[in-house]
Nanobody, 125 residues
Framework: QVQLAESGGGSVQVGGSLRLSCAAS????????MGWFRQAPGKEREGVAA????????YYAYSVKGRFTISRDGAKNTLYLEMNNLTPDDIGMYYC??????????????????WGQGTQVTVSS
């Protein structure tokens, strides 16, 4: 059973940057997808970015494309999310997730069976 632990959240001003990290307790090569999801107050959790560890293919939500970059360090079993040009719309709890199921859609949370506890991101104007 792999455990995921996020870090790197915090409070920044509009236009600022943050780098989130997700450390896995075991190897991530076996997962079909690893991703970042976020949940803003009063809203449903949404997929932000995902990567296929086997192929390296990456996927982004339209709202973050061009501003966020997902990456993975297989040797360190760590997933990253580099977030630039942050806006108040990016506020929320950010979760790292992994899927060991074949055939799921990379940005849909129902396809993920491993989740971290989340790290809070706040953007102030």
């Amino acid at each position: 059973q792999v455990q995921l632990a996020e870090s790197g959240g915090g409070s920044v001003q509009v236009g600022g940057s943050l780098r989130l990290s997700c450390a896995a307790s075991g190897s991530t090569y076996g997962f079909y997808f690893m991703g970042w999801f976020r949940q803003a107050p009063g809203k449903e959790r949404e997929g932000v970015a995902a990567v296929n560890p086997r192929s390296g293919s990456v996927y982004y939500a339209y709202s973050v494309k061009g501003r966020f970059t997902i990456s993975r360090d297989g040797a360190k079993n760590t997933l990253y999310l580099e977030m630039n040009n942050l806006t108040p719309d990016d506020i929320g709890m950010y979760y790292c997730a992994a899927s060991s199921w074949f055939g799921v859609r990379p940005l849909e949370q129902l396809g993920y069976n491993y989740w971290g506890q989340g790290t809070q991101v706040t953007v102030s104007s």
